[in-house]
């Protein structure tokens, strides 16, 4: 998008996206009824939807990120959780334990290095408040399966595995795979955003380190609410419950219709 970035529009089309997505979270999550029996499971289900839809929210309040240098890196992290999602409602109970169990081994695990780096100052363990704060969380933590501490990969398998496993390999594949490029700073990202050629017309065509202002992009904001969107339906499938709200989704997209149509208006005049 140019210097003209249509600004007042998209505050509009964010605005309403977020107070749709907002309102369909709370449609489903009024709609579970919800089995105390199984209150890990809805608590994961239910913490990772409300993350899918806050990752989207947070992206498309900042529309200064939807750029290749920042916004992959909030939508490799949207796919990772479709995936984990995924992966989980194919036997939600014993698979939701796991995803917990496996995050407070990781917790463990780090108050472990909190207290080691403690000890290696000559510092008292007792008096730090960051060591006390994160251990009072963990052992509120009372959930009655709760009988080992796992730090391994919390799903035994890899995200590949998984996405497979859980019928969304063509989001791993498209999505996931090309967005880890930005995440992990790798060759196939840096030499595309990093570097530009040398105007010296002697050195080679080598490549010098440049910081690229790149523009912004909507379908940064239609892929965030895409997988969104995924997430939900993958919600509503499994659970078999129906929501008559509006879908931000289908809101968005045809705010974006109506966006570029706008725009394309305006640079190509009918002249007929
Ligand atoms: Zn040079």
Not at 91 to 108: C, N, Y
Not at 121 to 129: A, I
Not at 208 to 215: F, K
Request: proline share 4%.
């Amino acid at each position: 998008m140019s210097s003209e970035t249509p600004w007042k529009d998209i505050d509009g089309i964010v605005r309403s996206y977020v107070r749709l997505v907002t309102r369909e979270l709370h449609q489903r999550w009024e709609k579970w009824s919800i089995d105390l029996a199984r209150r890990e499971m809805h608590e994961v289900i239910g913490a990772l939807l409300a993350r899918q839809v806050s990752l989207a929210i947070q992206l498309a309040e900042a529309p200064t990120i939807w750029n290749g240098h920042v916004a992959p890196l909030i939508l490799r992290s949207m796919t990772d959780n479709y995936i984990n999602l995924a992966w989980i409602l194919g036997d939600p109970l014993e698979r939701s334990r796991k995803f917990i169990l496996h995050g407070l081994g990781q917790e463990k695990l780090h108050i472990e290095h909190l207290k080691a780096s403690l000890n290696a100052k000559g510092l008292d363990v007792g008096d730090d408040s960051l060591v006390k704060a994160r251990e009072e969380w963990l052992n509120s933590q009372r959930y009655t399966f709760l009988t080992e501490v796992n730090v391994g990969a919390w799903s035994g398998t890899d995200a590949r595995k998984m996405a497979e496993e859980a019928g969304c390999i063509d989001l791993y594949n498209h999505a996931y795979a090309p967005f880890s490029a930005a995440t992990h700073n790798m060759w196939h990202h840096v030499a595309k955003y990093n570097l530009a050629p040398c105007p010296n017309p002697l050195h080679r065509f080598h490549r010098i380190p440049v910081i690229r202002s790149e523009p912004i992009d909507l379908d940064y904001l239609y892929r965030a609410a895409k997988y969104v969107k995924k997430a939900f339906t993958l919600f509503d499938e499994r659970t078999g419950l129906r929501m008559d709200c509006p879908s931000a989704f289908d809101d968005l997209c045809q705010a974006i219709e109506t966006l570029n149509e706008k725009i394309n208006g305006q640079e190509d005049p009918d002249v007929s």
